[in-house]
């Protein structure tokens, strides 16, 4: 999409699980995409540069249920102030829904430990 020029501002649209540099992004965003950061965009020290750099209004919060989460080996991992209780998928039923999460599957409400991470960052 980058290389194909166009107008600036004439693509409308978010470009999902950013992980590239801050070169294209920045290229992204003078088209007029925003950037989808979830937990794979927060893997490397070299990602959480690059979201540092990335404009709060041209960011998206995405989790992108169900993969994605943001985990012990990532670089955000230590930014993280919300954890949820989670079971393996074996011990997980209906009934444990309220109370725990699957373990190592994105949920919506995980959303807020991406927002953590970007806050931490900035």
Same mark, same amino acid.
């Given at each position: 999409v980058?290389?194909q020029?166009g107008e600036?501002g004439? %693509?409308?649209g ?7 540099s ?8 003078s088209?007029?995409?925003?950037i989808?950061i979830n937990g794979?965009?927060?893997?490397t020290?070299?990602?959480?540069e690059i979201?540092a750099? %990335?404009?709060?209004?041209k ?6 249920c169900?993969?994605?989460? %943001?985990?012990?080996t990532h670089?955000?991992?230590?930014h993280?102030?919300?954890?949820f209780?989670?079971? $393996?998928?074996?011990?997980?039923n209906?009934e ?7 373990k190592?599957r994105?949920?919506p409400?995980?959303v807020?430990?991406?927002a953590?991470?970007?806050a931490a960052? $900035?």
């Open positions: 980058a290389s020029g600036e004439n %693509i409308k978010i470009v999902h699980s950013f992980d590239e801050v070169e294209v992004a920045m290229k992204l965003m088209l007029g995409l925003y989808g794979c965009s927060l893997k020290p070299e990602n959480l979201v750099q %990335i404009p709060l209004d960011v998206m919060l995405e989790t992108d169900p993969w994605c989460d %943001i985990r012990p670089a955000g991992y230590e993280l102030q919300t954890t209780p989670t079971k $393996k998928e074996k011990q997980y209906r444990l829904a309220k109370e725990f999460c699957v190592n994105t949920e409400s995980h807020a430990q991406v953590e991470v970007i960052v $900035k």
